[in-house]
């Protein structure tokens, strides 16, 4: 089982550069999830999806954008990278009441 | 706003210790409570979800309680191993309109077992 995949798993990007992250579920869950992990503290949400078509903005929202344009995917976007942006990506997905799925992640630095 | 705190930040022990992390949240209107162990270079894997309405759960050596008046909550290790190093993350389950949820995480407790 494939279960939650993240790509890439390594990135590094200059200030100012774009780029997508892509998460992809074969669980067929409803729900998707992009977090940020910084050193000393939890993950925060960032953005998340109901389903396809819908998302909404978690608590750190800003300089990123979503779209969920297929059930299985997930993709965050960050236009023009910062420092501050600098950080371990993970995306989850989950079903119902379920525990939500993570993926291992992707490292990104913003040099 | 929730902020959910974990004790000790970083842990050493001896194999074959039974040893206690700490989580503590400010609200209490939680949905429901979630322990993650998360290793190196890797994401998340849930150990035990407790739901507002129980106390406990228990999966093989882990042992969970939640005490949401106190807003506290508690996961023992029994007999740990060095496999069991690992840093170990809870998260408080709160719903959001619409009938889904939100994780707010602690910072983790960073465990590290010894031979």
């Known amino acids: 089982n494939a279960g939650v995949t993240q790509t890439p798993k390594f990135r590094v990007l200059k200030t100012g550069q774009s780029m997508t992250l892509l998460c992809a579920q074969d669980m067929n869950h409803e729900y998707m999830y992009w977090y940020r992990q910084d050193p000393g503290m939890g993950l925060r949400l960032i953005h998340y999806?109901?389903?396809?078509?819908?998302?909404a903005k978690g608590e750190v929202p800003d300089g990123y954008n979503v779209s969920r344009l297929k059930k299985q995917n997930f993709l965050l976007g960050l236009e023009s990278a910062a420092p501050s942006q600098t950080s371990v990506y993970f995306c989850?997905?989950?079903?119902?009441?379920?525990?939500?799925?993570f993926g291992d992640g992707t490292r990104l630095s913003i040099l | 706003k929730q902020e959910v705190t974990q004790i000790p930040a970083a842990l050493s022990v001896p194999e074959g210790e039974n040893l206690v992390l700490n989580c503590s949240f400010t609200d209490s209107a939680i949905y429901n409570l979630q322990w993650f162990r998360q290793d190196p270079g890797k994401g998340l894997t849930s150990l035990l979800l407790?739901?507002?309405?129980?106390r406990e759960q228990t999966s093989g050596r882990l042992n969970a309680s939640l005490d949401k008046s106190s807003g506290r909550s508690t996961l023992y290790i029994a007999a740990s191993q060095p496999g069991d190093s690992a840093t170990y993350l809870c998260?408080?389950?709160?719903?959001?309109?619409?009938?889904?949820?939100?994780?707010?995480f602690g910072a983790g407790t960073r465990l590290a077992v010894h031979p």
């Open positions: 999806s109901v389903g396809e078509g819908t998302t």
């Open positions: 989850a997905s989950k079903t119902g009441d379920q525990p939500q799925h």
């Open positions: 407790i739901q507002s309405s129980q």
């Open positions: 998260a408080v389950i709160r719903p959001l309109s619409g009938g889904y949820n939100k994780l707010i």
